[in-house]
C-alpha cells in the first residue's frame, strides 16, 4: 500500500483546505486516518474513518472544523479543513490500518504517506 497525500498549503486564517490522500493497493477494508506534525512538536492524530465511511472520529481541537470522508472507488481520503487557525500549521499525514475501524493512536497505522504542509498565517 502506498499513500500520496496532497493540497496544502499557505492559507490565511479562517480560510480552508482540502487534503486529499491517493492511496494504491487495497485500501477498501482499511481504517483511515490523518494525523500532524507541528515543529519541535509530537505527531498527533487528527481525525479517522473507518473503512465503509460510516463512523468517523476527530480530535478536540478540530472537531466541527474538521471533515473527513472517503471514495472507496477512487481509493481517495479527504480532509476538508474551515476556519483554520495559525495552530494548524503542521505537516499533514495521511495512514491506513491493517483494521477496518479507525484509531486516534498514531502507533496503530501501518502506512503513511509522505505528508504535506499546511501553513496558516496569522
Known amino acids: 500500500v502506498q499513500l500520496q497525500a496532497s493540497g496544502g498549503g499557505l492559507v490565511q486564517a479562517g480560510g480552508s483546505l482540502r487534503l486529499s490522500c491517493a492511496a494504491s493497493?487495497?485500501?477498501?477494508?482499511?481504517?483511515m486516518g490523518w494525523l500532524r506534525q507541528a515543529p519541535g512538536k509530537e505527531r498527533e492524530f487528527v481525525g479517522t474513518i473507518s473503512a465503509s465511511g460510516r463512523r468517523t472520529y476527530y480530535a478536540d481541537s478540530v472537531n466541527g472544523r474538521f471533515t473527513i470522508s472517503r471514495d472507496n472507488v477512487k481509493n481517495t481520503v479527504y480532509l476538508q479543513m474551515n476556519s483554520l487557525k495559525p495552530e494548524d500549521t503542521a505537516v499533514y499525514y495521511c495512514a491506513a490500518r491493517k483494521n477496518a475501524g479507525g484509531s486516534t493512536n498514531p502507533a496503530e497505522y501501518a502506512y503513511w504517506g509522505q505528508g504535506t504542509q499546511v501553513t496558516v498565517s496569522s
Open positions: 493497493g487495497r485500501t477498501f477494508d482499511y481504517g
